[in-house]
């Protein structure tokens, strides 16, 4: 749906698509190129996008995307939607977590291994959001954001170790 | 510095340091034995939770109380001996400070708080004021010098605090949440300056805070839980 976004922005071939979405939306996430042409073969199947004609020159593809109406609609449909909040904790921290306990590891050692791991990365976010772009400080809070949600887990959950054991070790 | 052999150690020469401080409060316990070391020009947070002791921690390495037992050191020189004179002279001359709220004087003008304490250090009017105007403009707040700090933003009055404990060009900034007080915007306004004239000044800076959003401005942070540092995870242990 981002592709989709990006092609009504302008129509665009592949590769420009590429190159805006690992510059404004990845976060140092490229996406590969195969990713991006199997997702406009299947808009185009769709009818999200149409492809001009080839163009000459050398690359993989010289196909310019263009917006349909009918994709247009999707994008305003999709940016006017909540995205589902995440319902289930169920990363791997917490089931490192619960796994310790279970297994009378030290889960707190592994609390303190990983705020120290999220202080980091925090850093180094802090440090983008100083010297980046406006964009690059967009991102970083969003990252920061959520490490700060983590870590209060981490704070909190540290202090109900001894309760959470009891728990899983029954 | 002093090469005495009794300096705590550190990979490069401490500029402050703390070993196995203890201090309580009555029957309450504060600390338990912290011991921390900060290099010279370094920015160190120091991050707990509220009521786990990190203000008492920066109240003995700043020589505002002496710990019960325990040493703290600045600069090769044991700190925590001196009487009650030597340590006020110390933080007088030597420390900086940047509190939540409550250390301007509301009647004063910006200028005036700024060059309070280079008056007080009988520094001549006319250069206390340069330099306080020199200052108020560093933090983008030149047009605000004759505005008294009762009638500024918080985050207005917080710069101007950050520049009253900088004008005398201290070598160590102690910070007790800094941004408390502020929205987040203000208070990353504040962190931004805070660093970035600090950078400058070569000043070392120990902010407490338990914010870790504050602490991510930190070239590191010290943990305190319980009243006692915790061992920091070596980077290598973390895993994709």
């Known amino acids: ?20 979405y690992d510059s404004y939306i990845g976060l140092g996430r490229s996406l590969p190129f195969g990713q991006v042409y199997a997702t406009l073969s299947r808009l185009a199947r769709d009818g999200k996008v149409v492809s001009g004609e080839a163009e000459p020159g ?33 990363t791997v921290l917490f089931a490192k977590v619960v796994l310790s306990l279970m297994l009378d590891r030290s889960a707190k050692g592994y609390l303190e291994i990983q705020r120290a791991a999220h202080l980091q990365r925090m850093r180094e976010l802090t440090e983008l959001k100083r010297t ?11 990252g920061l954001f959520h490490l700060e949600a983590d870590l209060r887990w981490i704070d909190l959950t540290e202090s109900r170790l001894q309760a959470l054991k009891e728990m899983v070790q029954r | 510095m002093s090469s005495t052999n009794l300096a705590p150690r550190h990979e490069s020469v401490p500029l402050i340091a703390g070993r196995d401080i203890v201090k309580s409060f009555g029957e309450t316990p504060a600390l338990r034995g912290v011991s921390v070391s900060i290099g010279p020009g370094e920015i160190v947070a120091i991050m707990a939770p509220s009521g786990s002791g990190k203000s008492t921690l920066l109240h003995c390495l700043a020589g505002i109380f002496p710990p019960d037992s325990g040493q703290v050191w600045f600069d090769g020189r044991q700190i925590d001996s001196l ?32 060059a309070l304490p280079l008056l007080l250090d009988r520094t001549n009017h006319r250069e206390a004021y340069r330099r306080a105007t020199s200052w108020l403009q560093r933090l983008g707040l030149g047009a605000l010098g004759g505005h008294r700090t009762g009638e500024l933003s918080g985050g207005e009055a917080q710069r101007v605090a950050l520049a009253r404990a900088l004008v005398t060009r201290p070598a160590v900034l102690f910070a007790d949440e800094p941004t408390g007080s502020l929205d987040s915007l203000m208070g990353e306004q504040v962190m931004e300056f805070l660093v970035d004239l600090t950078r400058q000044e070569g000043t070392t800076v120990v902010v407490v805070t338990h914010d870790a959003r504050v602490a991510a401005y930190a070239d590191r942070a010290v943990m305190v839980r319980d009243g006692r540092t915790t061992t920091p995870a070596p980077a290598q242990a973390v895993r994709q």
């Open chain 2, 83 to 114: 009487d009650e004179t030597q340590r006020t002279k110390l933080r007088r001359t030597t420390f900086g400070f940047v509190f939540q709220f409550g250390q301007l004087v509301p009647e004063l003008t910006a200028a005036d708080n700024i």
């Open chain 1, 1 to 20: 749906m981002t592709l989709l976004g990006l092609v009504e922005r302008e129509p665009s071939h592949g590769y420009e698509l590429k190159r805006d």
């Open chain 1, 132 to 142: 980046g772009a406006p964009v690059d400080a967009l991102l970083a809070d969003y």
């Open chain 1, 58 to 90: 050398a690359g993989p593809d010289r196909k310019r995307y263009t917006i349909t109406d009918l994709g247009k609609q999707d994008v305003a449909t999709w940016l006017s939607e909540a995205i589902e909040p995440e319902p289930h904790l169920q």
